[in-house]
């Protein structure tokens, strides 16, 4: 039972890791035994991500290309399997977000949001989901947000994502759950990441956010890593179709 958690000889893909949230996860999951396959846009970034993880001793690998791209996806998802080996896990964490009111919402940066933080996560189950269901195995875990329930001031599009990105976890957790793939969701609450610089640096916002988070505070992207490994590992083997909120308890207060 003590090897609940244990990713050796896991391999992992985890979407925007270069930087913020999925550079912890990347790093929380290598710390647990787990080899990491870092993807961003930027191919620099993406190389110094995966150096600073080799730095640390851990096993990783950078494969920049774009999430938004099914037949960039299609030919990287190839070469990992064929070149570096088989992906048991996948993390659905590169996002972006997009700030305007609705009634002047420009249609390129809805299609830029959607297409990234949603369409993406469906391509990247379509390319990866086919190896899992050959081998009969697989982790998928696809990250949500507050906006995955709760609608906010100027981000619609986020939240219209981000609300498909729990069902899409449904939807797949139906379909794939007989070939033994587990496939849930991370909806982090308020973390300060590069995302959310603008928010943290906002006194009003941080002042309004800790009041309305149980916890009185922000979380710290670190505190998103025990779910990230309960939902890679052994541990989660019958939890599926899950969205687990870390948000300091947000969602349970009005
Ligand atoms: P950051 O902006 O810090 O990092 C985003 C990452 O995604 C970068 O590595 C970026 O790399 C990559 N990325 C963006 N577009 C693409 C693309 N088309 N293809 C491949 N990679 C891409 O974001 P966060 O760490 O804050 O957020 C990570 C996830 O967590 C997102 O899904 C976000 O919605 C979610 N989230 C964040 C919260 C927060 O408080 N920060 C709260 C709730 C959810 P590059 O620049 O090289 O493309």
Redesign the pocket.
Known sequence: MKDLFDLQGKRALI????????FLLATGLAEYGAEIIV????VE??VAAANALKEKGFKAHAVPF???NKAEIEKNVAMIEQQIGPIDILIN????QRRHPILEFPEQDWDSVIN??QKAVFLMIQAVGKYMVERKAGKIIN?G??QSELGRDTITPYAASKGAVKMITRGACVELARYNIQVNGIA?G??K????KALVENQQFTQWLCQRTPANRWGDPGELIGAAVFLSSKASDFVNGHLLFVDGGMLAAV
């Open positions: 979407t925007g890791s270069t930087r913020g949230i999925g993807n961003g846009t930027n970034r993406t774009d999430v938004t964490n590169a996002g972006i990234t933080n990250i947000s507050m982090p308020y973390f990441t590069e995302m959310t």
